[in-house]
């Protein structure tokens, strides 16, 4: 069965430094990965997506992703952190269905 | 582009209303549409898949007479929500995708508050 594990309830970075959000899954075959963000109220907004090709995915708000299939990671990343940042964090895969992880909290402080 | 509009935003009314919830995609044509329902500080739970022109799959333990989903063209899929109750009140959300294995557009939510 897939699955996929946010092993961080929360983040804090400060304002500037590099962002890492963890991202662990399990499916049965090849695996479609995305990350969601969502703010306050609103509903999710897609910032990338992993389907096939180069490992490394970049996607909206200078926000990218690295594909381990030997760790079956998927971690959000950003060099330089900005407060706007902050929101909820959902990474996802879709195996036979889409499920979602329960979410990261990521704040960026000023 | 690839907008998809959800409404009402906010609902207040009392129990033993019906409700129902909008899903529109503007300017695509959704092959699918998913209703999700997100309880503070939680993921999304999947409530049922949709896809135009046939009943939809509902996720184990969600009621299908309580959570009517009619998804009528491929840009409109309705939520109704039966006889609400206080326990009904809830964050949902709509989601909608082209194609199979693209990503899903999500509506701004509903939130849902049962007196």
């Known amino acids: 069965a897939q699955s996929v594990a946010q092993p961080e309830d929360q983040v804090n970075v400060a304002e500037g430094n590099p962002l890492t959000v963890k991202c662990t899954y399990s499916v049965s075959g090849n695996p479609y990965l995305f990350w969601y963000v969502q703010y306050p109220n609103r509903g999710l907004q897609f910032l990338l997506k992993y389907i096939t090709g180069d490992n490394l995915v970049k996607g909206s708000y200078g926000f990218e992703a690295e594909f381990n299939k030997s760790q079956t990671s998927f971690h959000l990343k950003k060099p330089s952190a900005l407060v706007s940042d902050s929101a909820l964090y959902f990474c996802?895969?879709?195996?036979?269905?889409?499920?979602f992880g329960k979410g990261t909290r990521l704040h960026i402080l000023p | 582009g690839a907008v998809v509009s959800q409404h009402p935003s906010w609902v207040i009314c009392k129990s033993g209303t019906s409700v129902k919830i909008e899903c529109r995609s503007l300017d695509f044509q959704a092959t699918t549409m998913f209703w999700y329902r997100q309880f503070p500080k939680q993921s999304l739970m999947l409530m049922a898949t949709s896809n135009e022109g046939s009943k939809a799959t509902y996720e184990q333990g969600v009621e299908k007479d309580k959570f009517l989903i009619n998804h009528a063209s491929l840009t409109l899929s309705t939520l109704t929500v039966t006889s609400a109750h206080p326990e009904d009140s809830s964050f949902y959300i709509c989601?909608?995708?082209?194609?199979?294995?693209?990503?899903?557009?999500f509506g701004d939510g509903t939130r849902l508050s049962i007196l």
């Open positions: 989601s909608a995708i082209r194609q199979e294995n693209q990503p899903q557009h």
């Open positions: 996802a895969v879709r195996d036979d269905k889409i499920i």
